[in-house]
């Protein structure tokens, strides 16, 4: 059975950040391609980031150069450091494998002054 953990979330002001982290298990993790998702409300969930097993990354235009995704193997967790957040970052975050069909709960992040 696949857990997701996801923490980290928060409230933030504009320009901070926040780092998340998604605690994996149930799943062969290093070979997984993982993302994390998010959902703004009255919003489709939309793809953040992704990072395959070897640790090749991708974004969303909207995060480049503000949002890096990285994985721990050892620890089968994945990470979202997000920096310059704005307030339209504010979401609900989830990760997932792309492989897979289970998300987890989320973690929520809010940027507001």
């Known amino acids: 059975q696949v857990q997701l953990v996801e923490s980290g979330g928060g409230l933030v002001q504009p320009g901070g950040s926040l780092r998340l982290s998604c605690a994996a298990s149930g799943i062969t993790f290093g070979i997984n391609a993982m993302a994390w998702f998010r959902q703004a409300p009255g919003k489709q969930r939309e793809l953040v980031a992704a990072?395959?097993?070897?640790?090749?990354?991708n974004y969303a235009d909207s995060v480049k150069g503000r949002f890096t995704i990285s994985r721990d193997n050892a620890k089968n967790t994945v990470y979202l450091q997000m920096n310059n957040l704005k307030p339209e970052d504010t979401a609900v975050y989830y990760c997932k494998a792309l492989a897979g069909s289970s998300w987890g709960q989320g973690t929520q992040v809010t940027v507001s002054s």
């Open positions: 990072i395959t097993g070897g640790g090749r990354t």
